[in-house]
């Protein structure tokens, strides 16, 4: 495994790790300014309306817990892909649980510090009946 690969990797990793975790803060530095994301019946947003729904003010954020396996991996130069299969359980801060499992494509790219970041996902996440 190149040290790529593990960088992409860990960037995988440690978003799990933050998103059930509620820290947000690390999550965003994972991402481009410029980040795209794609999800259902959702029209594209980015970093700003993923961070405005992150949580609610009061602290009262959902509970995360689930596994997110990295399936396929391509790096080509500065830009990389992975396909995952994830699955999630989700309980709200009201103690509702819903679970999704799925697959995402997202797109990684090296900034000029050398770090690996999210730049385009794609999330194809539905309900796990």
């Not at 992150?54 to 396996?69: K, V």
């Not at 790219?109 to 009946?129: H, I, T, V, Y």
Request: glycine share 8%; hydrophobic share 40%; net charge negative.
């Amino acid at each position: 495994m190149t040290e790529d690969e593990q960088a992409i990797r860990q960037v995988v990793a440690t978003w799990m790790e933050a998103s059930q975790s509620g820290d947000t803060a690390t999550v965003l530095s994972l991402m481009t300014e410029d980040v795209i994301f794609m999800v259902p019946g959702q029209v594209p947003f980015g970093r700003e309306a993923f961070e405005a729904t992150a949580g609610e003010s009061d602290g009262a954020r959902p509970q995360i817990d689930g596994t997110n396996d990295i399936v396929e991996m391509q790096v080509l130069g500065t830009w990389a892909f992975t396909r995952n299969r994830i699955d999630l359980t989700i309980t709200s801060p009201t103690g509702e649980t819903v679970q999704r499992a799925g697959y995402t494509l997202t797109l990684f790219r090296k900034e000029a510090d050398g770090s690996w970041r999210l730049a385009r996902d794609a999330n194809l996440l539905m309900p796990k009946s």
